[in-house]
């Protein structure tokens, strides 16, 4: 018998022992229910206060609305107690009836009346919510409500994430877009709405986040450690968005503001978003609740990649984006009664991130001793960027209290999609005649390494629109979506062992993927001969000029209107380039089927609250895919059964301190374009790259383990330190070769195992003890420090043969940030609201290519002669050196944000993003050897708020 049918005969047996033990708990008579809200004196919920119920010590936490339910109670008198930091206790005695249901609201207040109740509005009384939620979990969080997002100009949701303790991002366009956890790469890091996975707008697992903006979301949460009723894969962490709802008072609130960044001339920014919610019929039974974001980014960026100089020569690049994104998020819910609702919630958001770039490729080859050899080049490009990409959620839901039990079940699906219809570039090159084309006796100016440049002679004006040529064009047409459908459920039972409070709780999941992706890349050239007067860049310019390009250190020619491109093609006779045919690439389609099911108990033994789980998943894929481009698809197929156990053990020192020890073991499955037969080919200004995948992955799994000591701060705060150590087995790393033709490819592959460990610590305070002014003072910090090594593989050709090339060194995983830290000092005072965010991380390695060939020092080699070159370019170095691994640089970024609460519900904003012009980019080995530095100056702005509901 198969392992699989094994697996199938042990969960239905399980399943029928529980169902039986239920039905025996749900027998048993002399139970009632606790139900009930928490909110403060002028009404507000308040979300994360521990209700707990004393004999036996059951205990549950409010939700978003305040609201609250304990099942399973004996029935007899109990005393309830609601602790909530900030707010004095509630204490309460009352009277379990069986069979009936005990309604309790409890109303909380402030903890001394030397406090001024408007500490708890806005990104305040945000901050108290996150020290409750945080304190008060079952496992190792960290959570970000609306208010505290907010409170900075936080783009996205990402942006607001970077913000927390061992959180770094991978950046693009100037924005965050992936997440990275505790010293992990983004595919480690699982991404949930409401709990539940979202599919990918990419063709890898990690859900890009610039696609939704910050103001959609309640609350972010980012789950540590993990336990058996979350989904496996959340190795490094894993983030669930939680959307809002109607409380029991209506919910208004508007916002508009604008901005400006002086850069390429100046570009604006401006975003709008409401919210409108209310609750209807008599008690409050149906909620509905709608909000809606937009917002214009007209970035402008000044970039130079120079690829590094002595492998070849640099671009120099200006862009300039019109960004875009509007979202749309709403819930619709409903009691029954205290017992039973159910809910439909949707979230979705389209994200134009359009843009145009042009780009002067300037590139030499060298002498024997270094020095540009008089084969310089340079061409021109322009290009225009037209993805369009979205993500939406629609979920079905309820929850039900039957005697000791609570049932939750969901329905759910989502989409995310990539499209690009027209992702167009045109290059320029120079005529046969010019000395632009290979003549150019550069000279290498490398006085300082981080602007390396080639200095043409005097008398030669790389920038002379006269001198380049149209020479062609090459148009890409994609489309990539995923289509998600799922459903699941989880009874959890309440019950007492030996006096104490416990539940056991199991369940089950189901999720069908639909992956697919078709590209086709198609390249023309212009019939008309190579120097014909109508292909004279000339014809195609616009007015663009940038004279303050790159600060001045770099001198930036004129530019060419896209337009005017498409209109000669449309008119003018094309064909088919004969040097880059039109292919059919990045092609697949994937089917993924993941069945869950789950078995969690937890105990509270006095001052001990123990969880032990044990998760199973069966993983099952079949895909087609492009082995190379433009042959037919090949087929695969394969499954596999995952079993996770995870458990927790929390002793309380004292009521306001704790120690946890946290073990789970995670699963991350591999890309879906790295696990499928398939292939791409990038070219560009100085190199081509290439991507294939591997259908011989297997995923990759890690044992986690993690202690943290943490106490609550009077009288409002929160301090958490500790440890954790990641052991990975089969970690896919993707490796590098050069082939034959210089095409740098990239292939993902299992290395033999890996760790990752470190310490964190974070520190939030109120300041409210203090005398005077400074009793407005508050601070939120973190800091983060990991280690890593991963033991590579040989390096393999696509067929599965040798390379040759191996590398004996164990260097640092992919995005393990060494240091990581964040410092937000905060002042608030009466209607004033002030926050500085100061957010660090060190570099870390974005790809390896370094290899043992590259051992020792710089020497120049001849490249693979032609007719027209036979120069030299740069072999060795040493891991350091310009062929050593790719890395991120290390980022500081400095942003501030103030408000002032005005009459009737309004509030002005002000803001300063990116107030130190921070740089984003990658180096070779070291600093010395930057292959891409871009900036995108300050941004400045400011706006109005509108919301009458927290009027207090």
């Not at 048993?28 to 229910?33: D, F, N």
């Not at 001024?116 to 509005?121: K, L």
């Not at 501030?896 to 984003?920: C, D, H, I, M, W």
Request: charged share 15%.
């Amino acid at each position: 018998m198969s392992l699989g049918n094994h697996a199938k005969q042990f969960a239905v047996s399980v399943f029928m022992f529980l169902f039986i033990c239920v039905l025996s708990a749900g027998a048993q008579t002399g139970i009632g229910l606790l139900s009930g809200s928490v909110v403060d004196s002028q009404g507000g919920a308040l979300q994360g206060a521990k209700v707990e119920v004393n004999p036996g010590a059951a205990s549950t936490l409010s939700d978003a609305q305040g609201q609250f339910t304990l099942n399973g109670l004996t029935a007899g008198d109990h005393d309830v107690t609601v602790s909530y930091a900030g707010f004095a206790p509630f204490t309460k005695k009352v009277t379990v009836v069986s069979g009936q249901v005990v309604r309790l609201a409890a109303s909380l207040t402030v903890a001394s009346n030397k406090q001024d109740v408007q500490v708890y509005a806005g990104r305040e009384g945000g901050e108290i919510e996150s020290i409750n939620r945080t304190f008060n979990a079952d496992n190792i969080i960290n959570v970000l409500p609306a208010d505290v997002i907010k409170s900075l100009p936080n783009a996205n949701v990402a942006d607001a994430l970077g913000r927390l303790a061992s959180v770094t991002l991978e950046r693009d366009e100037g924005e965050g877009k992936y997440v990275q956890v505790r010293g992990t790469e983004p595919r480690l890091t699982n991404v949930t709405i409401d709990g539940v996975n979202i599919a990918s707008a990419e063709t890898v697992r990690q859900i890009k986040l610039d696609i939704i903006p910050a103001d959609l979301v309640e609350s972010v949460q980012i789950n540590k450690t993990l336990e058996a009723s979350m989904p496996g894969d959340g190795i490094g962490g894993s983030v669930d968005l939680r959307t809002k709802s109607a409380g029991d008072r209506p919910t208004v609130a508007l916002e508009s503001t604008g901005g400006y960044t002086p850069i390429i001339g100046g570009r604006t920014a401006y975003q709008f978003d409401g919210t409108l919610g209310k609750r209807f019929l008599e008690g409050n039974k149906l909620g509905l609740l709608f909000g809606g974001s937009y917002d214009w980014n007209g970035r402008g960026i000044n970039d130079v990649e120079p690829a590094p100089v002595l492998l070849g020569g640099y671009d120099q690049r200006d862009y300039q984006y019109y960004r875009s994104r509007t979202g749309y998020a709403g819930t619709v819910d409903y009691r029954f009664n205290e017992t039973s609702s159910i809910y439909l919630k949707g979230l979705y958001s389209l994200f134009h991130n359009f843009g145009n770039r042009w780009d002067y490729n300037v590139a030499t080859t060298y002498t024997a001793d270094g020095q540009p050899d008089g084969t310089g080049t340079t061409t021109f490009g322009a290009e225009i960027r037209r993805p369009v990409q979205d993500l939406g959620s629609l979920q079905l839901g309820g929850r039900h209290v039957i005697r000791r039990s609570l049932l939750s079940w969901d329905v759910e699906s989502s989409v995310g999609r990539t499209r690009d219809r027209g992702y167009s570039d045109a290059t320029f090159a120079p005529g046969a005649d010019s000395v632009l084309n290979g003549g150019i006796q550069f000279s290498l100016d490398h006085s300082n390494p981080l602007t390396p440049k080639l200095v043409a002679p005097s008398d030669v004006n790389i920038f002379d629109p006269t001198q380049y040529y149209y020479a062609g064009q090459r148009v890409d047409h994609y489309y990539n979506p995923e289509v998600d459908l799922g459903f699941g459920a989880d009874l959890a039972t309440n019950y007492t062992f030996f006096g104490h409070a416990s539940s056991f709780e199991f369940g089950g999941r189901f999720r069908n993927v639909h992956k697919f992706a078709n590209e086709d890349v198609t390249y023309t050239v212009p019939v008309a001969a190579a120097n014909d007067p109508s292909l004279q860049m000339t014809n195609f310019l616009n007015g663009f000029k940038d004279p303050n390009y790159y600060g001045g250190t770099y001198q930036f020619g004129p530019a060419v209107d896209y337009q005017k491109v498409q209109a000669y093609n449309a008119t003018s006779p094309q064909m088919p380039d004969p040097n880059n045919p039109s292919i059919q690439t990045n092609n697949f389609n994937l089917i993924e089927k993941v069945s869950a099911g789950y078995l969690m108990d937890t105990v509270t033994l006095n001052k001990f609250r123990i969880i032990v789980g044990l998760r199973f998943e069966n993983t099952s894929d079949t895909d087609k895919g492009n082995v190379t481009p433009d042959s037919p698809p090949v087929a695969r197929s394969g499954s596999y059964l995952d079993v996770l156990p995870s458990g927790s053990v929390r002793y309380s020192l004292t009521p306001l301190s704790g120690i946890r020890l946290v073990y789970g073991r995670g699963v991350s499955r591999p890309n879906f374009s790295d696990l499928v037969s398939f292939a791409s080919i990038s070219p560009g200004g100085v190199r081509t790259t290439s991507s294939v995948g591997n259908p011989a992955l297997k995923p990759e799994h890690a044992d986690n383990v993690d202690l943290l000591y943490e106490r609550s701060l009077n009288p409002i705060g929160l301090l958490q330190a500790g440890v954790y150590y990641k052991h990975l087995s089969d970690p896919i790393i993707p490796l590098q070769t050069t082939l034959a033709d210089g095409t740098i490819q990239t292939q993902p592959q299992n290395a033999g195992s890996a760790y990752v460990y470190g310490f964190e610590i974070s520190f939030q305070q109120h300041f409210t003890y203090l005398p005077g002014l400074l009793n407005g003072t508050g601070l939120s910090a973190n800091y983060g420090y990991s280690a890593s090594q991963v033991t590579f593989p040989g390096l393999l050709y696509p067929n599965g043969s040798p390379t040759g090339i191996s590398r004996t060194d164990k260097p640092d995983l992919l995005r393990q940030s060494p240091n990581t830290w964040n410092i937000s000092p905060t002042y608030d005072k009466r209607n004033l609201s002030v926050r500085l965010g100061l957010s660090y991380n060190a570099a870390n390695i974005f790809s390896y290519q370094y290899s043992d060939s590259n051992a020792g020092p710089i020497v120049f080699t001849q490249k693979k002669p032609n007719d027209t070159n036979t120069g030299y370019l740069a072999s060795g170095g040493g891991i350091k050196g310009p062929n050593g691994d790719t890395y991120l640089y290390g980022h500081l970024q400095v942003d501030l944000q103030g408000s002032y609460r005005l009459p009737k519900g309004f509030t002005a904003v002000a803001y300063a993003l990116n107030l130190n012009n921070e740089v984003f980019g990658f180096y070779n080995g070291s600093t010395v050897n930057p292959i891409q530095r871009e900036f995108y100056k300050q941004t400045f702005g400011g706006g109005l708020r509108w919301s009458p509901s927290r009027e207090r």
